[in-house]
């Protein structure tokens, strides 16, 4: 706390410095000085790479291989961000859901970026979205990722994705998850109903034996409410489960 205190105490002051030079040199000195500042101290290219869930999920002796991944590279302002997720059934052999995003990145505070551009789901439903959403770090440090969605079709749907870190050591962390899909109309075509239709809730313990390469061992649930537990119920298929998860998480 000491040191975020000391750290918006500079911030302040040097942003008081600047308001006062102002008035002593001329406007396009001060413009040509501040874009000099943005190369040297952060508006430079840069990008990253995560693989934030790489793992194995065990129920009932069925193994199933589930990913999530995501990358960005621009600029402090500016990024393109790309986002990937799926999930692929061993016992079936198959990818029952697989999805990319490619979007348009902009921050409109310190720790808020608006989020525009478009999704594609392959497999079964094959179809393409319009994407609006907003990510980023919410008070006490919960990492955010909330977006709506619109179909070719018209279909318009929610997702909330909200995750936190509590820490034992610098490399033991506790990561709490919790995803929430919404569908503001039936969706035949996709097996989803109208209302909260989807619900993720998962417990990852992982061990940083690099910052970069991290193992974890955790549980996860997943529960169908709704006209969509319905359908599946109708599929012969289960609404609720609960998995044990092993997987690493990486990033470059």
């Known amino acids: 706390m000491r040191l975020m205190f000391l750290f918006s105490c500079l911030v302040t002051t040097v942003y008081a410095y600047g308001q006062q ?10 413009a040509a000085a501040r874009d000099v500042l943005k190369q040297s101290h952060g508006d430079s290219l840069n990008y990253l790479v995560i693989g934030e869930r790489l793992e194995n999920q065990v129920h009932d002796g069925d193994k199933n291989l589930v990913w999530e991944a995501q990358g ?3 600029y402090d302002l500016n990024k393109l961000w790309l986002k990937t997720e799926g999930h692929y059934d061993n016992e079936e052999s198959q990818t029952e859901e697989f999805e990319f ?9 310190p720790f808020w970026d608006f989020q525009a551009g478009w999704r594609h789901d392959f497999e079964d439903t094959d179809r393409d979205y319009a994407v609006i959403g907003l990510m980023g770090l919410a008070p006490y440090w919960f990492e955010m990722d909330s977006a709506a969605f619109i179909s070719e079709d018209g279909d318009i749907s929610a997702r ?14 506790l990561q709490p998850r919790m995803e929430l899909n919404y569908a503001f109309n039936d969706d035949m075509q996709a097996g989803i109903g109208q209302g909260l239709h989807k619900a993720h ?4 313990l992982r061990y940083e034996f690099k910052r970069e390469i991290a193992p974890y061992l955790g549980i996860a649930w997943e529960k169908s409410f709704g006209d969509t537990a319905e359908m599946l119920q109708a599929a012969g298929k289960e609404n609720s489960e609960a998995s044990l998860v ?3 998480r990486l990033w470059y």
């Open 21 to 30: 030079a102002e008035d002593f040199y001329d406007p396009a000195a001060m």
């Open 72 to 74: 960005w590279v621009g």
């Open 101 to 109: 995003q490619a979007l348009w990145s902009h921050a409109i505070s």
């Open 160 to 173: 909330l994705e909200a995750e936190y870190e509590m820490r034992f050591t610098q490399r033991l962390i």
């Open 201 to 204: 809730l998962g417990l990852r």
């Open 246 to 248: 092993m997987g690493i």
